[in-house]
């Protein structure tokens, strides 16, 4: 079944969300370019820390698009740095918590924070490869603040903690609008 419509009832009922809001791909990696594809044009750029999974800077270049890298803060991500190269050309912001490779984490609190001074325009990917992992009594997943923030795109795999990395099955949860984007032109497949 190329929607994986059993996966996503499953899934949905598991995360609170409705199926409409799940976008299945081949691993958290396809997802990560997918997003990339549906948001960004040569004429736009992306936001990423400076210690980062390197999917983000592939996918950003891969399209033409300017890459913008902020000053990273004790191998983390510093999310003022990032806002701050935020400006008009922003389609997307690409933030790995707990992140890929260093293993520095963010509250939720911070994530908050920084998702209410994004635009509305710009999506914002909270990759989540390895949420499973932590166990910090301020870290929460951005699945508890996606109601309040339509742009925020949630991305997580079952490669990790599940141990399926041969099957390659990844998931993100969005917005309806933006998962029917991504819907629109992921792989059939």
Sequence with gaps: DGSAF????????????????????????ELLDLVARVFLAPTDNAVISRHAFIVYPIAVKALGAELRVAAAANFGHDLDAMAALVNESTKLVFIANPNNPTGNWLGIAAI??????????????????????????????????????????????????????????????????????????????
């Design 112 to 189: 908050d924070a920084f998702m209410s001074r994004i635009p509305e325009n710009v999506i914002v990917v909270l990759d989540e490869a390895y949420h499973e992992y932590v166990d910090k009594p301020d870290y929460a997943s951005g699945l508890a603040i996606l109601d309040k923030y339509p742009n925020l795109v949630v991305s997580r795999t079952f490669s990790k903690a599940y141990g399926l990395a041969g099957l390659r099955v990844g998931y993100c949860v969005s917005s309806k609008p933006v998962a029917d984007l991504l819907n629109r032109l992921r792989e059939p497949f």
């Design 6 to 29: 059993h996966l996503k009832t499953k899934l949905a009922a598991r995360l609170h969300v409705e199926p409409a809001q799940i976008t299945i791909g081949n691993g958290s990696n």
